[in-house]
């Protein structure tokens, strides 16, 4: 059936009305429709009666199970199989091999919620699935499985898929080679947790039987890959009996399987103990003696004589405590149980005298020695040694005879409780934690207060034992602590240690010396007295000390690793300076000539870092993210700041200083860096590019002659430092003249900003925003017919990609929608800019010019007339279109036919364009006014726009 703008809503509202209806009516028109998929997709969604089937399946020419019908067919397949399953079943069954996966899953998923009867009829799909990959929809598999467990007569369908969900199998994931089971984790351990319980209920040893196949299929796994180890199986399983953690592997899912099925036999089949039993012997894995063992101390009497018989045959092994976690709990649990019949007394005897034996303390000794060289390793020895002696006789605590007993109670005087079975720290790998660290300094600010200077300075220097605490372990004692301290003492006591009182020079780690100028630097900003004079000089001494030998926390380090550390005390001068020339500090200008030299001195120090920096090539933002972090780079921006600073303050009386007279310091170390050195490499390059704006308002004259400095000729070095200055400062009209020809050298060289690991869209879009900008403030003309290379607009766009050019207009745009009133001049470029785009660019170009639809600076009949014009064209650029429709009821007041026409343009793309979004509500209430329109004009247009959306299927706009 044809259908078009005209038809579409009549057609849909009878189909509508027909799909409704509980019986079938009008069944020709409705098989005409559904040979159309969209009206056949809507009539599926939405009808209710199942004779439609029978009647749709006769039509040999419509494809219900092709890629076009199938999911809305299926879901109507599901709406009426309640009244009619026979046939339903039968249809989905006669398609079996043309259902998606994904449909096939949601069958599945519809049987779990039916009655057991009903949900068998669907075993049919489930074993279809059997064949397909891991899968998200996995877990439905597993509900659907333990739904039907609950019929005896259908073991042999269970059985299958039971085998299907334990599947573990070998498989490459990029390039490494690892075991993956069928159904991800998560489902996993949802069907071992609750999936096993009913099938066990009805096949015990079978059930058991399978589950234990998959853990051996999968240690065999592991074993090929060489990836196993069996005598440390704990690493990845630390409990058999249950999960320790929510992300537990799928290694250990299956134990903790094998382990519950098990437990369940041993609960409520106890005649089926032996033949489980045997099938663990069976396999010679660690694993599965661990869960023997585990078992066996569920049911301590029924396995009486194996559990005597193994510690006869273990005596040795249990005295040296190498045992597993379940092995300890079963001993444990059976001399609870058991009590002196656990142990004979010739077994008693041969324990009490293997565990009197000397312990191999040789691994504990060397850990000592690694990790706590200071303390009385004998002493601790003694005590590691007894407390494994306590720990195994403990195990038998009910059932030793009088001499160990004896022996026991020696031990516990000596030392305590015993600790259990299930302590954490018993475990060989214990459950992931995170805490947070705290630094604690060695002495506390009372005691390092009490010392004398010279005793203070001494114990500064000596203390060097920085270390986690051996009674806290998540309390760091170090040096950046110590520091603390230090500055607290300095801070409450501030006149004992003015330089003329305390001997700073006779510290030698820096971070002592960092800690003194942050004192400092806090009682300024407090208002406290401090004889600024004074500490200057210190400052001056501190710059020029060589600290070769400590790292910024304060730890020696070996020589080789110095390259790019800074005295962590020239970034305490730093941050103090800085509080120093803040305005609201009010600090003294006769301060000039001393904060000036310390300046100086940063500014023209050699820094590793910066003198063996390289370039990366892939991205710009490297370059300034280095030069804000390395001292000397970032004392070049303070300098400049200090400058300002100079300029801004005045003595009383005084006029405001010459801005170049102020900036004479700075200009002096620039050419002292020029001439003599160190090379101004391109981090600090980058600072100068970004401060441009403040050059210019020191000393205009001298930064016309000196920017040549600032972009090298290198095209490498200049790229990067440009690129710095255009992302991270403004852009200002009065800079032009002074960065024109940079600007053009951009333009001819976009290729340089062009990187692989970044968007670099966005880079060129803001060189094309500042250029628009520098229009707007009429430095050049928009380009002519007869445009040249020397019109920076005609050269930037004729280098741009597409999506630069898109970019950057909706980076115009956005500017452009300001709220703010621009002046006549200003709106009339803006005008002429985006009509000469409009002659020049293609449609993509403006996705964004929808942001001026609303803005009272220009006018709503222009605008609307050229976004009209945007519309008209098919968007290709494939990005997700989202239409911003509050736009539009700014514009209805003033232009209502030209703004339902840009909407009726809107949805015309909604059949078109692969990626589209309206917000439903917006475009709803948009419709509304249109068709209530007492216009005809508007009116018709708002059928058109509605036709249009439910041409593309969004027949939520069927009614509003």
Aim: aromatic share 10%.
């Amino acid at each position: 059936m044809g259908v078009d703008n005209k038809t579409i809503k009549k057609v849909l509202l009878e189909l509508e009305d027909i799909a409704n209806k509980p019986s079938v009516t009008k069944s020709e028109f409705v098989v005409i429709c559904i040979r159309n998929e969209i009206l056949g997709r809507f009539f599926l969604n939405r009808a209710l009666s199942p004779e439609w089937n029978s009647i749709l399946r006769t039509q040999e020419d419509i494809d219900l199970f092709g890629e076009d019908l199938q999911q809305v067919y299926i879901s109507y397949l599901l709406r009426v199989f309640e009244d009619s399953p026979q046939d339903i079943s039968d249809s989905l069954k006669d398609n079996i091999a043309q259902i998606t996966r994904f449909n096939l899953y949601r069958i599945l998923s519809f049987a779990t919620e039916q009655d057991l009867e009903t949900a068998i009829q669907f075993i049919d799909i489930a074993k279809r699935l059997s064949d397909e990959p891991q899968d998200i929809y996995g877990a439905t598999l597993c509900e659907y499985f333990v739904t039907i467990t609950k019929r005896d007569d259908f073991w042999p369908q269970a059985k299958e898929l039971l085998s299907w969900i334990l599947h573990f199998k070998l498989s490459d994931r990029e390039g490494y080679a690892t075991y993956e089971p069928r159904l991800d984790n998560h489902s996993l351990g949802e069907f071992i947790r609750n999936g096993l319980k009913g099938v066990t209920q009805h096949k015990p040893i079978e059930t058991f039987d399978l589950v234990l196949q998959s853990l051996d299929n999968l240690i065999r796994l592991k074993a090929a890959q060489g990836n196993y180890d069996p005598e440390h199986d704990e690493v990845y399983c630390r409990r058999v009996e249950a999960y320790t953690s929510a992300y537990a592997s799928s290694e250990e899912l299956i134990v903790v399987g094998v382990t519950n099925v098990g437990s369940h036999i041993l609960n409520d089949f106890q005649d089926f103990a032996p033949e489980v039993i045997q099938h663990l012997d069976e396999l010679d894995w660690n694993i599965t003696k661990r869960i023997r063992a585990y078992l066996y101390s569920l049911h301590p009497k029924i396995f009486a004589d194996a559990i005597k018989e193994w510690i006869s045959n273990n005596i040795m092994r249990i005295a040296q405590g190498n045992l597993s976690r379940e092995e300890r709990f079963m001993i444990d649990r059976a001399s609870s149980s058991l009590k002196e019949a656990l142990l004979s007394e010739s077994d008693s005897k041969e324990l009490y005298d293997a565990v009197r034996a000397e312990p191999d303390s040789r691994n504990y000794l060397e850990y000592l020695r690694m990790h706590f060289p200071d303390i009385n390793h004998a002493e601790r020895i003694l005590n590691w040694k007894n407390e494994r002696r306590q720990q195994t006789l403990s195990l038998f605590r009910n059932s030793l005879y009088d001499l160990p007993k004896a022996y026991l109670a020696e031990l516990t005087d000596k030392l305590g409780p015993a600790k259990t079975v299930w302590d954490k720290d018993e475990e060989m790998v214990s459950e992931a934690q995170i805490h947070t660290v705290a630094n604690r300094s060695p002495i506390s600010e009372t005691d390092l207060s009490a010392l004398s200077n010279v005793d203070m300075i001494d114990y500064l220097n000596a203390w060097n034992r920085s270390g986690r605490n051996t009674d806290e372990p998540y309390v760091d004692i170090n040096k950046s602590a110590l520091a603390s301290t230090f500055q607290k003492v300095v801070e409450s006591t501030p006149e004992r240690f003015v330089p003329d009182c305390f001997n700073w020079k006779r510290i030698e780690n820096p971070i002592y010396h960092g800690a003194g100028i942050n004192a400092v630097k806090s009682l300024y900003e407090n208002d406290k007295e401090i004889l600024l004079d004074k500490w200057m000089s210190l400052f001056g001494w501190m710059l020029d000390e060589q600290y070769q030998t400590f790292n910024e926390s304060g730890e020696k380090i070996k020589s080789e690793e110095m390259q790019g550390t800074d005295p962590v005390s020239h970034y305490a001068i730093l941050d103090l300076i800085k509080t120093l020339i803040d305005a609201d500090n009010n600090t003294q200008i006769e301060l000039r000539p001393k904060i000036a030299f310390l300046l100086n001195r940063l500014c023209t120090t050699k820094q590793s870092r910066l003198e063996s920096y390289t370039l990366e090539t892939s991205d710009p933002t490297g370059v300034y993210g280095t030069a804000i972090n390395t001292i000397r780079s970032r004392a070049l921006e303070v300098f400049i700041c200090f400058s300002i600073w100079v300029h801004k303050s005045k003595n009383v009386g005084q006029d405001e200083r010459p801005a170049d007279e102020c900036s004479k310091e700075f200009r002096e170390v620039l050419n002292y860096r020029i001439h003599k050195g160190p090379i101004l490499t391109p981090p600090e390059l980058s600072i100068l590019a970004v401060e441009l704006q403040n050059l210019s308002y020191l000393n205009a004259d001298w930064l016309r002659g000196w920017i040549q400095n600032i972009f090298p000729e290198d095209d490498h070095v200049w790229s990067k430092v440009f690129a710095s200055h255009i992302l991270y400062s403004r852009c200002l009209g009065w800079l032009f003249h002074d960065t024109k020809l940079h600007y053009e050298r951009a333009c001819r060289n976009l290729d340089l900003f062009r990187y692989k690991d970044r968007d670099s869209e966005q880079i060129v879009a803001q060189i094309g925003t500042h250029i628009f900008l520098f229009y707007l403030w009429e430095k050049f003309a928009l380009p002519t017919e007869e445009a040249t290379d020397k019109n920076l607009i005609e050269l930037f766009y004729r280098n741009t990609t597409n999506e630069e050019k898109r970019r950057t207009f909706s980076k115009i745009m956005h500017m452009l929608r300001t709220d703010e009133k621009l002046k006549d001049e200003l709106v009339k470029r803006s005008i002429g800019f985006i009509e000469y785009r409009f002659n020049c660019g293609n449609s993509d170009e403006f996705e964004g010019f929808d942001q001026i639809l609303n803005t009272k600076n220009f006018d709503k009949a222009w605008v609307l007339k050229k976004y009209a014009e945007i519309l008209d064209h098919k968007s290709t650029d494939g990005t997700l279109r989202v239409y911003e429709l509050d736009h539009f009821f700014g514009a209805f007041e003033t232009e209502p036919e030209a703004t339902a026409l840009c909407f009726e343009k809107v949805t015309k793309r909604a059949a078109t364009q692969d990626h589209f979004y309206l917000h439903n509500e917006d475009a709803k209430k948009l419709l509304k006014l249109f068709l209530e329109s007492d216009n005809p004009v508007i009116v018709n247009l708002g059928e058109k726009a509605q036709a249009n959306l439910l041409m593309a299927e969004m027949f939520e706009y069927l009614a509003l």
